[in-house]
C-alpha cells in the first residue's frame, strides 16, 4: 500500500486511539528537542521514533514513502551545507567558488536528518489521527485564545485543510506526471536540468488543479452550511488512562533528553 505524507492510515493501535490532543502535544514537545538535539540525543530520538513506527505498524519502505514527496528538497538542503559551509576543505570544484568541507558534510547530515525526523514526526501524526479529530484537537488546544479574541475554531480548520491539501497536491503531481509520460514525455533520461525543466512544466497545471480544488470544497463548505463561530462536536474529547500514560512517557522522554544533555 503506497502512502503519503498527510494521509490518514485506518489502524487500532495504541497510537491510533490516543486523544488527539496528547499526539498534538507531543509533536510540539518533539520539535525543540529535534533541533537541540547532540549526539546522544540524536540517538534516543532515532530509537524512540522506531518504536513508534513498529507501535503503528508501519515498514520502512512505508515510511520513507511518506516523505518522498520533498525528497527533493531534503537533497537541496543538504548541498547547500555541503558546499556553502566554510571549514576544513575536503575537496575543491574548480572552477567554481565552491568547496566541501568536513563542517559542511557534518552540519548537512545534521540538519537533514532534523528535517527528516520533523517529517516523521508530522507522517506520524496525520497517519494516526482523523482530521476531524485533529480539528477538534487543535480547536481544544486553542480555545483558551478565544478569550483574546482569536478564532481558535477557524485557525483549526485552516490547519486541518493544510495537512490535507499534501497528499492531495502529491496525487495531482503523479496524473500529470502519469498523463505526460503516456504523451511520450521522459522524466528519466537528460541532464539535472532537463529534468528540473521537464517538470517546471507542472507547476501551472498543477496551481490550476489545487485552485479548482480549493474552490470545489469553498462550494462544498457553503452548501453545507458552514459559518464561522463556535459549533458543537459529534464526539467530544476526554482523556483516558492510555492517554495520561502516554503523557507520563513522553515527560520522561523530555526527561531523559535534558539528562543526557546536562552529562553531555
Same mark, same amino acid.
Given at each position: 500500500m503506497m502512502i503519503r505524507l498527510g494521509q490518514? &492510515? *485506518?489502524?487500532?493501535t495504541v497510537v491510533h486511539r490516543l486523544d488527539p490532543r496528547v499526539k498534538i502535544v507531543?509533536? &510540539? !514537545?518533539?520539535?525543540? %528537542? =529535534?533541533?537541540?538535539?547532540?549526539?546522544? @540525543?540524536i540517538v534516543l530520538i532515532c530509537l524512540f521514533l522506531a518504536a513508534v =513506527?513498529? =507501535?503503528?505498524?508501519?515498514?520502512? #519502505?512505508?515510511?520513507?514513502?511518506?516523505?518522498?514527496?520533498?525528497? $527533493? $528538497?531534503?537533497?537541496?538542503? $543538504?548541498?547547500?551545507? !555541503? %558546499?556553502?559551509?566554510? @571549514?576544513?576543505? %575536503?575537496?575543491? !570544484?574548480? *572552477?567554481?567558488? !565552491?568547496? =566541501?568541507t568536513r563542517e559542511g558534510i557534518v552540519q548537512g547530515a545534521y540538519v537533514t536528518w532534523q528535517f527528516i525526523c520533523l517529517l516523521v514526526v508530522?507522517?506520524? &501524526?496525520?497517519?494516526?489521527?482523523? *482530521?476531524?479529530? &485533529?480539528?477538534?484537537?487543535i480547536e481544544r488546544l486553542l480555545?483558551?485564545?478565544?478569550? %483574546?479574541?482569536? *478564532?481558535?475554531?477557524?485557525?483549526?480548520?485552516?490547519?486541518?485543510?493544510?495537512?490535507? +491539501?499534501?497528499?492531495?497536491l502529491y496525487e495531482e503531481y503523479e496524473r500529470l506526471r502519469t498523463a505526460q509520460a503516456a504523451r511520450g514525455a521522459d522524466f528519466t533520461t537528460g541532464s539535472i536540468l532537463l529534468r528540473l525543466r521537464a517538470v517546471s512544466s +507542472?507547476?501551472?497545471?498543477?496551481?490550476?488543479?489545487?485552485?479548482?480544488?480549493?474552490?470545489e470544497l469553498?462550494? #462544498?463548505?457553503? #452548501?453545507? @452550511?458552514?459559518?464561522?463561530?463556535?459549533?458543537?462536536?459529534?464526539?467530544?474529547?476526554?482523556?483516558s488512562g492510555r492517554d495520561f500514560t502516554a503523557l507520563a512517557v513522553m515527560a520522561l522522554f523530555v526527561l531523559m533528553n535534558l539528562g543526557l544533555r546536562m552529562i553531555a
Open positions: 490518514y &492510515l *485506518p489502524g487500532e507531543a509533536v &510540539l !514537545l518533539m520539535s525543540p %528537542l =529535534i533541533f537541540t538535539a547532540q549526539a546522544a @540525543g =513506527i513498529a =507501535i503503528v505498524h508501519l515498514s520502512i #519502505a512505508q515510511t520513507a514513502a511518506a516523505v518522498r514527496p520533498v525528497a $527533493f $528538497f531534503i537533497i537541496v538542503i $543538504f548541498l547547500m551545507h !555541503l %558546499l556553502l559551509t566554510e @571549514g576544513r576543505s %575536503l575537496l575543491s !570544484l574548480d *572552477p567554481l567558488p !565552491l568547496r =566541501i508530522a507522517a506520524i &501524526l496525520t497517519m494516526t489521527t482523523l *482530521p476531524s479529530d &485533529l480539528v477538534g484537537g480555545r483558551p485564545l478565544a478569550r %483574546l479574541g482569536i *478564532p481558535s475554531q477557524d485557525i483549526a480548520v485552516m490547519i486541518s485543510m493544510a495537512l490535507r +491539501f499534501i497528499p492531495m +507542472f507547476v501551472v497545471p498543477l496551481l490550476l488543479c489545487a485552485f479548482r480544488r480549493a474552490d469553498a462550494m #462544498a463548505m457553503e #452548501a453545507r @452550511g458552514y459559518r464561522r463561530g463556535p459549533r458543537s462536536s459529534l464526539h467530544e474529547l476526554k482523556f
